[in-house]
């Protein structure tokens, strides 16, 4: 695991309280808006402002990182200790158990929606020596900035600028573990379709279904391609894991 990255983030925070990166991805001063930002920050909490659409909270005493949107700020996107990726809480604690636990096949990874990346991370702190790569794809151009500069920790870990439904589209390649953290209005048939030709057989599946309309969507019909292996709801999320 290479912690450069890690390093300069912990770097950067130690000299600053409020980091506000302009357009061009230069420190400066926090604008009018930021100051007007509602989070109350405590007194052990940094916070890195990026072009004003997402913030990152960083607690200096425990360790702990949080990502939020702009537009959604009393959702955590993202979070986890940057000095030890697997303790979690909630669904990303319950997938990891059930990798851990059922000893799935890690050779090929694909994580659809990396956020600041605790699944990726959490992969090659616990299994490096079993990955060959982990395909991360993201649809937020500057999270994608952020993960590069400051929580990459492995050359395994590639990330993509896209959309998932279309970065699945045409490929060759074949994963052997999927994580799909993304809103579950993009999770349709014709996803499910093109995500079937690019798992392998036995290819475990978690996904993550979160959002506006969950309640309305057949889930058992999008994924009837597939064996349900169990679903499970923990706090808001609706945990799926399938397989081929
Ligand atoms: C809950 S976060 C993912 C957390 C992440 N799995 C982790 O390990 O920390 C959801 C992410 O999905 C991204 N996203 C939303 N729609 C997307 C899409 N259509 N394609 C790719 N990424 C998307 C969001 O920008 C956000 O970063």
Known sequence: MNKNNLNKFTELVKKYKIIYFDNNWKISFPSENFIKYPYKLKNEEV???????????????????????????????????INDFTINNGYIDYCLKYVILNKVRLSNCLILGLGIGNIPNALIQKFNSKINLIDCVEINKTL??????????????????????????????????MFIDIPCFVITNKFMKNIYKISKKNCIIQINLIGVGINKIDFNKIFRDFIIITRKIIDENNIYIITK
């Not at 990459?152 to 970065?167: G, H, L, Q, V």
């Open 47 to 81: 916070i890195l402002s990026f072009t004003n659409n997402i913030y990152i909270v960083y607690n200096t005493k425990t360790k702990l990182v949080k990502c939020f949107f702009n537009n959604d700020i009393d959702y955590v996107q993202s979070e986890y200790f």
């Open 144 to 177: 994608c900035i952020i993960y590069e500069t400051f929580f990459n920790i492995s050359k395994k870990i590639k990330i993509y600028n896209e959309k998932a439904e279309i970065f699945i589209l045409n490929k060759s390649k074949l994963y052997d573990y």
